[in-house]
């Protein structure tokens, strides 16, 4: 069974950066179509933050284009989220997503930009 794990979260002050870091139980970039973070602020639905594909291909919701990128480590069965520039708007729980014949997530991990 695949189980995602999120760290990496906290609170930061607007201006400043996180790296969210999710580690996968199996290695999974090797079944996975896609694999990606989403997020969730209070009172809103879930959103794409940003994907990265199993050839490598990387994509960005409009809101955080040129501040947060994506990217993996094979041989950790890891995916990471560099979040450069934190926004108040940015507050949310993050969550870890891994696309293959099902959909994995994980539990989510709390980010807060203070202003």
């Known amino acids: 069974q695949v189980q995602l794990v999120e760290s990496g979260g906290g609170l930061a002050q607007a201006g400043g950066s996180l790296r969210l870091s999710c580690a996968a139980s199996?290695?999974?970039?090797?079944?996975?179509?896609?694999m990606g973070w989403y997020r969730q602020a209070p009172g809103k639905q879930r959103e794409l933050v940003a994907i990265i594909t199993r050839g490598g291909s990387t994509n960005y919701a409009d809101s955080v284009k040129g501040r947060f990128t994506i990217s993996r480590d094979n041989a950790k069965n890891t995916v990471y989220l560099q979040m450069n520039s934190l926004k108040p708007e940015d507050t949310a729980v993050y969550y870890c997503?891994?696309?293959?014949?099902?959909?994995?997530w994980g539990q989510g991990t709390q980010v807060t930009v203070s202003s």
């Open positions: 997503n891994a696309k293959t014949s099902n959909d994995y």
């Open positions: 199996v290695p999974i970039f090797g079944f996975s179509t896609s």
